[in-house]
């Protein structure tokens, strides 16, 4: 039912492995089944509650960094060098991904890449700027829309990218100005007129450009910061069309640019958009007119009530019966970071614990797997994010194409089958630990159902069962609970070696039906 009612029906670990698989970037089988026995609030609770910065990346690897030895942070240090950034790139990657490779029951993370598809920033040649810009996103993941949107309006990678630093009062720069109102804020309407995009015009743009001058990123003198220069910015007045209602913006200057953005946040379409775009990363794609009215809207309007605080808005999207609906689950294709990040962290996969390894790992397996798959952090393909978030009428099918199934499959193949290898290190999925903790280990059909549970957003049907069993039985030649009994009274390195073998091949067969790419 579309309706954002609280949803009051029983809870159920298949229901938290939903709310899991949508909000974290997977969890262990202990983790989901502390979730199942969890009441709705208590999950969410869990989910939802703050956590303090993590400590920023620090320097790995490299010693021809001047101003930083190993084991000590960049992130505030001068750079001259295109060696420096060449390691400091992989670093903040790394970083990165151990962030989301920790397994937390927090929706933290997840929330920090759907502002990255938001507030796009791409093409950014110093790591540091990276570093600031991701962070900002991180701290204020679950915090205040208007003020998030006023802190990356000069936030210098923002200034970067989307020319800000280059919009003087002398030469008006409208690239920042059009994307704050067509894809951070506002959204395009119908169109009315000439120029006229029913929520904002073209004049709008050309004016918001004037209000936004003044700003440049300083990288000379550290800390690396947005600063004001007066001297840059149009100190005449600013007048809005009828769709502000005509306002004139006087001169304020660094305040001005807060002033605009509190004008724009006046409409109720900001709350309507925004509400929008976290519906399609949570939920859905498609968005009907039932769902518009019933879902959008209201949510929207907590958020507007809320004076545009995320975490009111989202927790009632979480715990509405709509996100809980069978036509709901298992209906979106999994994007490629969720794609790769949730069996290591649904299995407790052995993981470089050498810094020196962990960060060759991440930055050089994990990360060209995300390019693979077309999902680079800090590489959007362009200021609108990744297509399948916006582009009709794919939007998630379009991460399943001829280039990117190979690269899925290559990955699973050699992650579930113990072939994952980089240098003399090998990535372990374990399964025979997380089998061990079920509470009928040795009945195929019981296992089955559990991995399904941890691997699958539906249950196994029995026709796929019936294809399943025979992997754990070894055909018909010994039954998967004589093996696994034996194990257990004799965990010789042998009788271990027999249940992992068929566990592995289970896990690369389930990894390649098509119900593995869907969440």
């Excluded at 970067?160 to 951070?184: H, S």
């Excluded at 946040?265 to 309507?272: G, M, N, P, W, Y």
């Excluded at 209906?331 to 290591?344: A, S």
């Excluded at 903790?437 to 296992?447: A, E, G, H, L, S």
Aim: net charge neutral.
């Amino acid at each position: 039912m579309a309706t954002l009612n609280k949803y009051a029906g029983p809870w159920s670990r298949y229901l938290a492995a939903h709310l899991l698989r949508r909000t974290t970037y997977g969890v262990n089988y202990d983790t989901l089944v502390k979730f199942g026995n969890y009441t709705l609030d208590q999950c969410l609770d869990h989910l939802l509650q703050p956590l303090g910065d993590p400590p920023p990346p620090i320097n790995y690897t490299s010693t021809e960094d001047p101003n930083t030895p190993i084991g000590d942070t960049w992130v505030d240090k001068g750079t001259t060098s295109g060696t420096i950034d060449a390691y400091r790139i992989p670093s903040i990657r790394s970083w990165t991904f151990d962030l989301m490779l920790k397994g937390d029951a927090n929706i933290r993370e997840k929330m920090t890449m759907f502002w990255h598809n938001h507030f796009v920033t791409a093409d950014i040649n110093d790591p540091r700027y990276n570093y600031i810009y991701i962070s900002l996103l991180r701290k204020n993941a679950l915090g205040n829309f208007k003020q998030l949107t006023k802190d990356i309006t000069i936030d210098p990678a923002m200034l970067n990218y989307l020319n800000g630093r280059d919009n003087t009062g002398q030469a008006p720069n409208e690239n920042y100005a059009r994307e704050l109102m067509e894809l951070f804020t506002l959204g395009k309407g119908p169109l009315a007129g000439p120029g006229d995009y029913t929520t904002y015009t073209e004049d709008d743009i050309k004016e918001m450009a004037r209000v936004l001058t003044g700003w440049i990123d300083v990288r000379n003198t550290l800390p690396i910061r947005a600063e004001y220069r007066a001297g840059r910015h149009d100190i005449r007045s600013k007048t809005l069309s009828h769709r502000f209602g005509n306002v004139t913006i006087n001169n304020a200057g660094a305040e001005e640019y807060k002033n605009l953005i509190d004008i724009i946040f006046q409409k109720d379409e900001v709350a309507t958009f925004i509400a929008t775009k976290l519906y399609r990363w949570f939920v859905h794609s498609n968005i009907d007119e039932t769902i518009h009215n019933d879902v959008i809207i209201p949510m929207g309007k907590i958020i507007r009530d809320n004076n545009y605080e995320i975490l009111p808005g989202l927790r009632a999207l979480l715990a509405s019966e709509h996100f809980y609906d069978e036509c709901i689950i298992g209906t979106m294709v999994k994007n490629p970071i969720d794609f790769i990040l949730n069996p290591i962290n649904q299995f407790s996969a052995s993981l470089p614990t050498d810094n020196v390894q962990r960060v060759n790992f991440n930055s050089r397996q994990i990360y060209p797997k995300t390019v693979e798959m077309q999902m680079a952090i800090f590489m959007a393909p362009s200021v609108a994010g990744w297509q399948p978030y916006y582009q009709e009428p794919s939007y998630y099918r379009l991460w399943l194409n001829a280039t990117s199934l190979p690269y899925r499959k290559g990955f699973t193949d050699l992650l579930a089958s113990n072939t994952y290898k980089f240098g003399d290190f090998r990535v372990l999925l374990n399964p025979i630990n997380t089998v061990d903790k079920f509470v009928k280990p040795d009945d195929v059909d019981f296992v089955l159902t559990e991995i399904a549970l941890i691997l699958f957003s539906k249950p196994l049907a029995e026709n796929q069962k019936t294809i399943l069993i025979p992997i754990l039985n070894l055909g018909n030649t010994g039954t998967w609970q004589t093996a696994y009994t034996l194990y257990k009274n004799n965990p010789s390195e042998a009788n271990k070696a027999v249940v992992v073998n068929r566990l592995r091949n289970l896990l690369v067969y389930m990894m390649r039906m098509p119900e593995y790419h869907l969440s």
